[in-house]
Every structure is written in structure tokens, then in C-alpha cells.
């Protein structure tokens, strides 16, 4: 799945700590469903690995690293092309 998002502090009243973009609703079912899971994917074209967790209210976000955001030219408050796909668990 591709999409844009806008990335974003998890407590933004903070001014700092831990980034995330929110998965946009449509691409849920395509994902998992809202749970915890290992995602691999890019961010503008460059290739990471991180998680996705539920944010409450029927959301689900990536975390978004300071290595992934440099690799991919990006900040907090800018948007930024991803693809994402989930990493399948050890069988």
C-alpha cells in the first residue's frame, strides 16, 4: 500500500519525543486490523523497518524514527510519501 501522511509528534503538546503518522483508515484491513505489528516498507523511496501500533479511537501509527526521517528527507510537521506492508511473524 502507498500513501501520503503528514508526520507528527505522538504527544504533540510535548514538542518532542516519539514520531508516528496515522495509517489511513482505508488500508486497516489491507494491514491487519488494529494491532500491534513489525511493517517494513519506505518513506520517499527509502527502505526502513518499524512498527505499527493502535492509537486509540480506531486509529493505527507508524513509529517514524530520526534515521527514517533523515534517510527519507523528512521531518515532523511535513508530509511524506510511504509504502508500507506488514513482515509476516515466525511461523
Given at each position: ?22 495509517i489511513?483508515?482505508?488500508?486497516l ?63
Amino acid at each position: 500500500m502507498r500513501f501520503t501522511a503528514t508526520i507528527r509528534y505522538w504527544r504533540p503538546e510535548q514538542g518532542g519525543g516519539l514520531a508516528v503518522i496515522d495509517i489511513p483508515p482505508d488500508h486497516l484491513a489491507e494491514l491487519g486490523g488494529l494491532r500491534q505489528m513489525r511493517v517494513r516498507g519506505t518513506i520517499n523511496g527509502a527502505e526502513f523497518q518499524s512498527s505499527v501500533m493502535p492509537a486509540g479511537a480506531g486509529r493505527l501509527t507508524l513509529s517514524v524514527t530520526k534515521a527514517m526521517m533523515k534517510s527519507g528527507g523528512a521531518e515532523v510537521g511535513t508530509a511524506a510519501e510511504f509504502g508500507v506492508e506488514r513482515i509476516a511473524p515466525p511461523e
